[in-house]
Antibody, heavy 121, light 110 residues
Framework: QITLKESGPALVKPTQTLTLTCTFSGFSLTTSEVAVAWLRQAPGKSLEWLSLLYGDGDKRYRPPLKTRLTVSKDTSKNQVVLTMTNLDPMDTATYFC?????????????WGQGTKVTVSS | QSVLTQPPSASGTPGQRVTISCSGSSSNIGSRFVYWFQKLPETAPKLLIYRNNQRPSGVPDRFSGSKSGTSASLAISGLRSEDEAHYYCTTWDDKLSDWVFGGGTKLTVL
């Protein structure tokens, strides 16, 4: 059974850096067939994709946010870490990590519960 | 302004069939698979449809997806009260190199 859980600070000040951790189980992030994605949903808004980290190390970022995002993995801990720099109140959102399956183009199939982040001074 | 266009709301009575549309362009829906998610308040999105019309295991066959040209649709038949939720479509956009989403449709079961 695949599970994912996000963790990180609930409150961050503007201009600070946000670090979120996705701890997963039930799969191995070691091949190009599997990835972990990060998405977010601001209050009252739609979903927004942020990044994809494939098991072979390939990374993809949402172009408008590319300069602010970094994603990495710790295979031994089954964790994926997302960092976002220069936080702004517009970054207030619930952040989700998901399992992403390239096989059969299943996509974002299993989601974590999400973690709420508020950016405020 | 979302890249994919969905109606902001839809409604139906129990047992009815409702459809939710998702309109895009040649650089996204026209050339890529469409996915649909269901989102209940304070819960994670749930994948309902992948590859335009495929259901993950566990998703009732009341939910079906279709695609034609640069538009896609999600149909829900035999509407139930627990279907009341927000529904989002998404796909990859080749021009933007980005996963793009619709603005979401709030489904109300009357």
């Amino acid at each position: 059974q695949i599970t994912l859980k996000e963790s990180g600070p609930a409150l961050v000040k503007p201009t600070q850096t946000l670090t979120l951790t996705c701890t997963f189980s039930g799969f191995s992030l070691t091949t190009s067939e599997v990835a972990v994605a990060w998405l977010r949903q601001a209050p009252g808004k739609s979903l927004e994709w942020l990044s994809l980290l494939y098991g072979d190390g390939d990374k993809r970022y949402r172009p408008p946010l590319k300069t602010r995002l970094t994603v990495s993995k710790d295979t031994s801990k089954n964790q994926v870490v997302l960092t976002m720099t220069n936080l702004d109140p517009m970054d207030t959102a619930t952040y989700f990590c998901t399992h992403y399956a390239t096989k059969n183009d299943i996509g974002f199939d299993i989601w974590g519960q999400g973690t709420k982040v508020t950016v405020s001074s | 302004q979302s890249v994919l266009t969905q109606p902001p709301s839809a409604s139906g009575t129990p047992g009815q069939r409702v459809t939710i549309s998702c309109s895009g362009s040649s650089s996204n829906i026209g050339s890529r698979f469409v996915y649909w998610f269901q989102k209940l308040p304070e819960t994670a999105p749930k994948l309902l449809i992948y590859r335009n019309n495929q259901r993950p295991s566990g998703v009732p066959d009341r939910f079906s997806g279709s695609k034609s040209g640069t538009s896609a649709s999600l149909a829900i038949s035999g509407l139930r009260s627990e279907d009341e939720a927000h529904y989002y479509c998404t796909t990859w956009d080749d021009k933007l190199s980005d996963w793009v989403f619709g603005g979401g449709t709030k489904l109300t079961v009357l």
